[in-house]
Nanobody
Framework: QLQLVESGGGLVQPGGSLRLSCAASGFTARYYAIGWFRQAPGKEREGIACLTSGGTSGLGTPTYDDSVKGRFTISRDNVKNTMYLQMDNLKPEDTAVYYC?????????????????WGQGTQVTVSS
């Protein structure tokens, strides 16, 4: 069974950093596209970053939403079978519940309905 367990959320001041982790089990995440999504109160879930399956390099190719481009970095560690979202220069508008998800395809997507396997979500709050 495919499972994703998230960690790393918390409270941070504007301009601070957090790293979210998404540990996969029951499958080899290297061969799946991965995505990070967030949902703020009263808003729909939005895709913010995704990464193609690792291919021969094991790294994949990332895509970012404009709202996080230059501030967030998506990556994977194939030895640990874990995916990450490094978040730098956080802003109050980044406050949301963050979710990781995987898709058994090469190409990644920022559309939530492409994904069937999701993490449980982790709260990120950016406030002074």
């Amino acid at each position: 069974q495919l499972q994703l367990v998230e960690s790393g959320g918390g409270l941070v001041q504007p301009g601070g950093s957090l790293r979210l982790s998404c540990a996969a089990s029951g499958f080899t995440a290297r061969y799946y596209a991965i995505g990070w999504f967030r949902q703020a109160p009263g808003k729909e879930r939005e895709g913010i970053a995704c990464l193609t399956s690792g291919g021969t390099s094991g790294l994949g190719t990332p895509t970012y939403d404009d709202s996080v481009k230059g501030r967030f970095t998506i990556s994977r560690d194939n030895v640990k079978n874990t995916m990450y979202l490094q978040m730098d220069n956080l802003k109050p508008e980044d406050t949301a519940v963050y979710y990781c998800a995987v898709d058994p395809k090469y190409y990644c997507s920022l559309a939530p309905d492409r994904y069937k396997t999701w993490g449980q979500g982790t709260q990120v709050t950016v406030s002074s």
